[in-house]
């Protein structure tokens, strides 16, 4: 594509005055790179991308309030985490994360570990025990 044709159509990211550097052909014919706001068919699956986001994170919260799982899974997926990310920023296997889900062993969880998860998710021990609070 030629440095004149590189999309400038608005996105998400617009707002955050973010562009993004893509290589085009110049004058010349020489590739070079240039700066991009966007293009619909990118914006499009960016706003798949957040929108499931979005259902995620609603849904785990309705699954903590429900008592399905604890606040570590809403938290999770409200940082745009998933499972192995998770357990690797805390230093703990996947399997015992996964087990914290369950809210039995979430509420018998020492601070120790609970501070390892707040840590993580740049929250309070507190607010990781009470999603709404």
Do not use: C
């Amino acid at each position: 594509m030629k440095k004149e044709e590189v999309p400038q159509d608005k996105s998400n990211l617009a707002s955050a005055n973010i562009r993004e550097m893509v290589y085009a052909v110049d004058k010349n014919g020489e590739y070079t790179t240039t700066l991009s706001s966007g293009w619909n068919p990118k914006t499009i699956a960016l706003d798949n991308a957040l929108k499931d986001i979005e259902e995620r994170t609603a849904g785990a919260k309705q699954k903590v309030l429900s008592g399905q799982t604890s606040p570590i899974e809403y938290y999770m997926e409200l940082n745009k985490m998933d499972l192995p990310v998770l357990a690797s920023y805390v230093g703990l296997w996947q399997w015992r994360v996964k087990r914290h889900f369950k809210p039995a062993v979430f509420n018998k969880l020492k601070d120790k570990t609970l501070q390892k998860y707040a840590d993580v998710f740049e929250i309070s021990i507190q607010k990781l025990k009470n999603i709404d609070g």
